[in-house]
């Protein structure tokens, strides 16, 4: 493997971990440890290619004619038949409000796929971009709504690779303006959706993932910190700003509550949907409905601890 493309690999792994230290689910995290293993994982990668390149050279009409789409099918085997990776069925089953949805870093970074062998459209799409990316490839992370896929862009090939799903297909933009989810109009206008995402647009997005899981741990005010730093590298996402809106509610109802200053604070909610219905242009009814459905579950968990004004109790039942 050429040493440059090795580093700009493991450099994207590298960010990713890092973002996930001292989350639960990282006790045992080991950076060092990880991109080893991913170096030795491109390293079979690139050894089970180069075996099996005579059967593209000899009938390239099997692989489309294309070199990118035979290279992506051999990486795709090897991560997913030989090393047993495939995507955790169970994180699918979690209802979307669940706080044990993003509790669990294991099931948004790299160690957890490393580790168990199971990952998400959070983790599974950095993986084989690594991956790729240690071997030369062009490859991309691009965001769809609610989801993440891997792109091949280079001068003479553009195509998607669908990572949570068995095998590979290489897909068009179509796919994703249906799939996971439909995409209106004004989403398919997006800057932020279905292009080639910089690395400043890959560390924000691996800040939100971490607010993601201290918000589902109910540390709020770390998380605020760690979704004001999303949207600070990557300020045309709005959904970071919404992130950065109800962790901010959170810890100032927390604080309120700390000091016995709840009255009124159930007002705040709406006005914070109300604010991003005006900053985004979509309704409150949006954002309550599809980027902040824990956001009411974690105000009221917030009352109910404080609603005895015990604040010895209240406290120990919060961080319980």
Known sequence: MDAQALQHGLSLAKRNLSCAVELPGAETLDI??????LAEWAHQVEKFTRRLMPRFQ?????????????????LTTYLQRDLGIGYDQAWKEIPLEDDALFDDSQRLFLHGVIYERRGTCNSLPVLFTVVGRCLGYSLYLVKSIGHTFVRWEDCSDRFN???????FRALDDRHYHRWPKAMTHQDTQATYLLRNMNEEQENAAFFALRGHCLTDNRRFTDSLASYQEAQRTDPDDPNYRGHSAVATLMASIESRAMFHEIDGAGNLLNVVYRRQGRNTKRPAAWWEKRSFPQARKQYEFIMKCWADRDTDTALEDFYR
């Open 32 to 37: 060092d440890e990880c991109l080893e293993e």
């Open 58 to 74: 000899s009938s390239p009409e099997q692989f489309e004619e294309t070199e990118a789409r035979f290279r992506m099918l051999c």
């Open 161 to 167: 690779i669908e990572t949570t799903s068995p095998g």
